[in-house]
């Protein structure tokens, strides 16, 4: 059964006034509307015959939704699907890379430096974690290790590997063994002995 001509068909969603059975009208959001009364609930551009996004039950045209939208912390657009949340800044997945090598971080662990800028681990042990002072290289987890290991002495620091005697070469967390420090250097026990009693007999040799 048609409906009669000047009878009502229900309130119009926007502007309130009675929807008549012979105007153009539209349903959308579960309520009626005169069809000139839909549009962007935020800017008001007619939403006829175009695709529109309900947000909190209100209509809003392609480029408002995109403006509710969070924005990518590097490369400033709208982020329309997965999203990235790091040090409290949204990322497009392509976008989440280290800042020192650019590789890509979106699904393996990363950490920050005091800026807050994001590194591969990597990247942030090579820049940031201690030097040898014999080799000069990071000291760094083994792979599958979580911790490095780390001698100091002298106030500088060590591979174990390059915590050896200067003149002898010997390892020096052998436990049979033990540093022996002498003017900054370090030596293994017997070395340091041949050092003294060289140094020694420089002294008491007469001239």
Do not use: W
Request: hydrophobic share 30%.
């Amino acid at each position: 059964m048609t409906k009669a001509e000047g009878e009502m068909i229900g309130a119009c969603g926007r502007c309130g006034q009675g929807v008549l059975a012979e105007q153009m009208s539209c349903q959308a959001l579960g309520k009626l509307f005169h069809t000139n009364c839909f549009d962007c609930f935020k800017c008001h551009r007619t939403l006829k015959n175009v695709s529109f996004y309900n947000v909190h039950e209100e209509p809003l045209c392609q480029d408002c939704y995109q403006d509710t939208l969070d924005k990518c912390a590097i490369c400033m657009k709208p982020i329309l699907q997965r999203l990235i949340r790091a040090t409290g800044r949204p990322f497009h997945p392509e976008c989440f890379t280290c800042v020192v090598c650019s590789s890509n971080l979106a699904d393996i662990p990363f950490t920050v430096d005091s800026q807050n800028r994001i590194h591969c681990i990597d990247c942030f042990q090579e820049k940031f974690a201690p030097r040898c002072s014999v080799c000069s290289k990071a000291i760094v987890p083994l792979p599958g290790q979580k911790e490095a290991r780390r001698i100091v002495a002298l106030e500088r620091s060590f591979h174990v590997e390059c915590y050896r005697c200067e003149d002898c070469n010997v390892l020096l967390t052998d436990d049979s063994q033990g540093c022996y420090p002498m003017d900054d250097h370090i030596f293994c026990r017997g070395c340091n002995t041949k050092r003294i009693q060289k140094m020694t007999a420089a002294r008491t040799t007469p001239l």
